[in-house]
């Protein structure tokens, strides 16, 4: 799994590429949590390069949308594939977190 972070707009964003699952959510979850260790209170997550998400992923983003909203940040989630939408709309994650289409329709939801 490759991990891109940028910024944009004074927002973290992290770029999944490859498969989220139980082999690579330690990274993830470490990057993610070297971002909100700095005391950044807004993260976008995109999927567009992701090929899969298991439960172990889907663990990494419930906890991350529970910190930030705790600390008064906001999670948004953006581009997902055919493949991670369904684990999501089956999940009811869909539900849970704010899922946009874009990177840029995110983004402006801030």
Excluded: H, Y
């Excluded at 973290?12 to 993830?28: H, K, M, R, V, Y």
């Excluded at 439960?55 to 999670?75: D, E, F, P, W």
């Amino acid at each position: 799994m490759n991990i891109e972070i940028r910024e944009s707009q004074g927002i973290q964003i992290i770029a999944f590429e490859g498969n989220l699952d139980t082999n690579t959510s330690p990274e993830a979850e470490s990057k993610i949590n070297e971002i909100l260790n700095t005391g950044q209170q807004k993260l976008l997550v995109n999927f567009e390069q992701l090929n899969f998400i298991s439960s172990a992923g889907l663990r990494i983003l419930l906890a991350t949308v529970k910190k930030l909203n705790a600390s008064g940040g906001a999670l948004r989630i953006c581009s997902l594939n055919a493949t991670v939408q369904e684990v999501f709309d089956i999940s009811g994650f869909v539900t849970i977190l704010n899922v946009k289409n874009t990177e840029k329709e995110a983004l402006s939801s801030f």
